[in-house]
């Protein structure tokens, strides 16, 4: 079990940045995948990003690819979640997750966070 807890949410404008966090409980922090969705208004959860275990691959959405950075410090039991050039489009609120397994793709993620709210304003 692991519980996972966002937070680096608020309102900025469009081209500005935030760096979002996502502490997680428990010791085994590096045997999780971690992965970062959103979820915009009136639309279904989408993926952002992923990382592995150790920290060396990542994956993104097309959407955020070049613009957002995903990062993870396993001492601190830490996933991150660098954003740049920020667009009203981003707006949504976002969500850490974890799973057991090793593909960094947006599915079968076991345990999720209550998430963070990102508004940006053109």
């Known amino acids: 079990q692991v519980q996972l807890v966002e937070s680096g949410g608020g309102l900025v404008q469009a081209g500005g940045s935030l760096r979002l966090s996502c502490v997680a409980s428990?010791?085994?922090?590096?045997?999780?995948?971690m992965g970062w969705f959103r979820q915009a208004p009136g639309k279904e959860r989408e993926f952002v990003a992923a990382i592995s275990r150790d920290g060396s691959s990542t994956n993104y959405a097309d959407s955020v690819r070049d613009r957002f950075t995903i990062s993870r410090d396993n001492a601190e039991n830490t996933v991150y979640l660098e954003m740049n050039s920020l667009k009203p489009e981003d707006t949504a609120v976002y969500y850490c997750a974890a799973k057991n397994g090793l593909l960094l793709t947006a599915t079968r993620y076991n345990y999720w966070g209550q998430g963070t709210r990102v508004t940006v304003s053109s």
């Open positions: 428990g010791r085994t922090f590096s045997t999780y995948t």
